[in-house]
């Protein structure tokens, strides 16, 4: 019946996305997590870096558990002027994926560990260094404090990069039957044809 309706063009399964693996913090001072710097090694991000590219003047949304901004290799802070210059909780803290009611809200702040780690990795500039140091943030809280996601909320989420400037926009989920007609694999590459880079 829907399937007949006037301007349905199709219809697909909201399939589940579990919540990342969360990440333990990282113990600098005794070098347990040095892996962290051979990796920028190991990429060549820091040939890079020494060529004075370090990502300034490029916002990357991060659409994952959120970003604990107030850490100090992220900037301390959340809004203008800070490295996590801004984003959006699409679904609050309470939310535990499918079936259970969203509560979204201003405050993108990571509860689980998972996009701070990501975000780390992307911009860190302080202690950890990231790939792109210079590049500010942008954080898309998409799960809960625990549970997982559907795809109708990352899709949600991967409308709004675009609409605040985003050039590079990074989803570490992982999740089965994404195929290319899936709706969040038609919005990736509509992004793409808009000159977005996802990751």
Not at 37 to 50: C, E, L, W
Not at 62 to 73: A, E, F, M
Not at 102 to 127: S, W
Request: hydrophobic share 40%; proline share 7%.
């Amino acid at each position: 019946d829907l399937a007949r309706m006037p301007g349905v063009a199709g219809l697909y399964p909201v399939v589940a996305v579990e919540i990342p693996e969360s990440v333990l913090p990282v113990n600098l001072e005794n070098g347990a997590e040095m892996d962290l710097f051979n990796a920028i090694r190991m990429t060549g991000a820091d040939q890079v870096q020494a060529e004075g590219i370090t990502g300034a003047g490029v916002k990357v949304g991060v659409i994952d558990t959120g970003i604990d901004y107030t850490h100090p290799d992220l900037g301390g802070g959340f809004g203008l002027g800070f490295k996590v210059g801004g984003g959006y909780d699409l679904v609050g803290n309470a939310y535990s994926g499918p079936g259970t009611i969203p509560f979204p809200d201003a405050d993108p702040r990571d509860c689980v560990g998972h996009g701070t780690h990501v975000a780390g990795i992307i911009a860190a500039d302080g202690l950890v260094r990231g790939v792109a140091p210079g590049a500010t943030l942008r954080a898309y809280k998409i799960f809960g404090c625990s549970g997982g996601t559907g795809a109708d909320v990352i899709l949600a989420a991967m409308e709004a990069p675009l609409q605040d400037g985003n050039q590079v926009i990074n989803l570490s989920l992982g999740s089965p039957f994404q195929w290319p007609r899936y709706p969040t694999s038609r919005a990736a590459d509509n992004l793409v044809n808009k000159g977005v880079v996802v990751v």
